[in-house]
């Protein structure tokens, strides 16, 4: 069992940044690869970036790319998002998850999610 807990979110103007984290509960952490997603109001949930157990590789939505950054710490058991040039299309709430899958752009491939952090950018 794996426990994620994000945090980091925030109104912030266009053009912005933000930084979230998600802290894991296991040391076991380092063996999971680990995504973020996010959901707007009345939308799917979307797959945003993803990083593998070693944080060697890394992916993003063409949405986000060269805008997110996605890293992690093992040491730490913490997972980042830095999130930069923000939109208001950005918008939405962003939620972290742990999994095993390759198949990381896939939410139902994620074995254990966090509860979310709302984050709103405004024009």
């Known amino acids: 069992q794996v426990q994620l807990v994000e945090s980091g979110g925030g109104l912030v103007q266009a053009g912005g940044s933000l930084r979230l984290s998600c802290a894991a509960s296991r040391r076991a952490f380092a063996m999971y690869h680990m995504g973020w997603f996010r959901q707007a109001p009345g939308k799917e949930r979307e797959f945003v970036a993803a990083?593998?157990?070693?944080?060697?590789?890394?992916d993003y939505a063409d949405s986000v790319k060269g805008r997110f950054t996605i890293s992690r710490d093992n040491a730490k058991n913490t997972m980042y998002l830095q999130m930069n040039s923000l939109k208001p299309e950005d918008t939405a709430l962003y939620y972290c998850a742990a999994g095993y899958s390759d198949d990381y752009k896939a939410h139902g491939t994620y074995g254990y999610w966090g509860q979310g952090t709302q984050v709103t950018v405004s024009s």
């Open positions: 990083i593998v157990w070693s944080g060697r590789g890394t």
